[in-house]
């Protein structure tokens, strides 16, 4: 099994939709990021926590809202979808004591939105 | 603003071939820097990193060293194979408090048997 989990894989939605994307991970990290991909763009971060309590705003998170449910869990919802959120979207996890920039990935939820 | 800048691709190769993918990056202070792949269907995952300037990061048969004169941190290989095909994205970090990166745009690689 993987170390981080994604659910959904892939979700086709409309326009005006509510979506969340969900991640969870084994490893025992603190801190987890979610990132989307886009084609030309490279990966950029939406939001980042530390810990259930800290949560903090990335680069790109207007339209999006984020929920850290526990240490293991940290989701990410579209509260109302649009067509340029379509998307791959990464959750990732580090560790505060490991070595600096390793971040571990998911494999990523493709979002259509319609 | 901090950025990564790598070249566009896709990179076609044929196999044994040598292989570059430029980077340069745009940061204050001293960047940690890193590679980073996707194999298709995948996440991202580590190849290899450098945390300051002349160290070389070295995985796999892939190199790159962190030249500050130039700012740049070119990814090589010697001789490539069909498993290397991937997407390759050069990322960096100066906020070692949030420990989160900054990517470039990733270069696809095709190795053609």
């Known amino acids: 099994d993987a170390d981080v989990t994604q659910t959904p894989r892939n979700r086709i939605t409309k326009t005006g939709k509510r979506i969340m994307l969900e991640c969870s991970q084994t490893k025992g990290h603190d801190r987890m990021y979610w990132y989307r991909q886009d084609p030309g763009l490279g990966l950029r971060l939406i939001y980042y926590?530390?810990?259930?309590?800290?949560?903090n705003k990335g680069e790109i998170s207007d339209g999006y809202s984020v929920s850290r449910q526990a240490q293991a869990k940290f989701s990410l919802s579209l509260e109302s979808a649009i067509p340029n959120q379509t998307a791959l979207y990464f959750c990732?996890?580090?560790?505060?004591?490991?070595?600096?920039?390793?971040?571990?990935f998911g494999e990523g939820s493709r979002l259509t939105v319609l | 603003g901090d950025s990564v800048t790598q070249m566009e691709g896709p990179v076609t190769l044929s196999e044994e071939a040598f292989l570059t993918i430029n980077c340069t990056y745009t940061?204050?202070?001293?960047?940690?820097l890193f590679w980073y792949v996707q194999y298709p269907g995948e996440g991202l995952q580590l190849l290899l990193k450098a945390t300051k300037a002349d160290d070389k990061g070295s995985n796999k048969g892939f190199e790159a060293t962190y030249r500050k004169e130039t700012t740049s941190f070119h990814l090589e290989k010697g001789s490539v194979q069909v498993s290397d095909s991937a997407v390759y994205f050069c990322a960096l970090s100066v906020d070692t408090g949030r420990r989160a990166l900054t990517f470039g745009s990733g270069t696809r690689l095709q190795v053609q048997p």
């Open positions: 940061a204050t202070g001293y960047p940690s």
């Open positions: 990732a996890t580090s560790d505060p004591g490991g070595p600096t920039g390793e971040l571990f």
């Open positions: 926590s530390f810990d259930v309590k800290d949560i």
